[in-house]
């Protein structure tokens, strides 16, 4: 039982550049969501999930695409990477909805 | 939306010392919950706590969603604790289960 897991851990881009950070859970949890967070600040929730198929913005998602095809993978795409981008990435899952969230170990991106 | 404050914003203590850190919200809640940043970024679930009061070792948390706050309980205190601490709430006018972060208490426990 792996839990949450992100990839990759490190990431540098060029402005303008595409790439999509990974994120797989194997506890079978209906609920997926990515945050980012900045320096020294807390988390902004930029796209969610309740279930394969259903996705939706959060507070923050200029910017970014999502896709959910199977419960397990959430994945979240960046196209056209820009300066303003760079932060550290965290996904969650949750069973029932907000009730108990599991975060992965962030991806750290830094956009040049 | 719902706002979610927490304070004090940072705070610094011996090992030993005792520990309360406050969360405030602006409207009614459907749960709320405690994290734990460590200093290398990892978050740890603490507390799930919509209302009443939990305790985990040295670790308790109160939430009294009445009067719209959470408080976060740390005793004797080690060095271990030191990171930041999260309160995230789910409003309860929200459209989906989702989780507003508070801005964090950074403790710093020195030995």
């Known amino acids: 039982n792996a839990g949450v897991t992100q990839t990759p851990k490190f990431r540098i881009l060029k402005i303008g550049q595409s790439m999509t950070l990974q994120c797989t859970q194997d506890m079978n949890h209906n609920y997926m969501y990515w945050y980012r967070q900045d320096p020294g600040m807390g988390l902004k929730l930029i796209y969610y999930s309740v279930g394969a198929g259903i996705t939706d913005k959060g507070e923050v998602p200029n910017g970014y695409n999502v896709s959910r095809s199977t419960t397990e993978d959430f994945p979240l795409r960046l196209e056209l990477a820009a300066p303003s981008q760079t932060s550290v990435y965290f996904c969650?899952?949750?069973?029932?909805?907000?009730?108990?969230?599991?975060f992965g170990s962030g991806t750290r991106l830094t956009v040049v | 939306g719902i706002q979610v404050e927490q304070s004090p914003p940072d705070l610094i203590l011996q090992e030993g010392a005792n520990s309360t850190l406050r969360c405030n919200f602006s409207?009614?809640?459907?749960?709320l919950q405690w994290f734990h940043q460590n200093p290398w970024g990892q978050l740890i679930n603490l507390f799930y706590?919509?209302?009443g009061t939990k305790q985990n070792g040295r670790l308790s948390a109160t939430t009294v969603a009445t009067e719209r706050y959470s408080l976060l309980y740390i005793s004797s205190s080690q060095t271990t604790d030191s990171g930041v601490y999260f309160c995230a709430v789910e409003s309860r006018y929200s459209s989906a289960s989702k989780i507003i972060f508070g801005s964090g208490t950074r403790l710093s426990i020195r030995p």
């Open positions: 409207d009614s809640v459907n749960n």
């Open positions: 969650a899952s949750s069973y029932k909805g907000a009730s108990g969230y599991t």
């Open positions: 706590i919509p209302s």
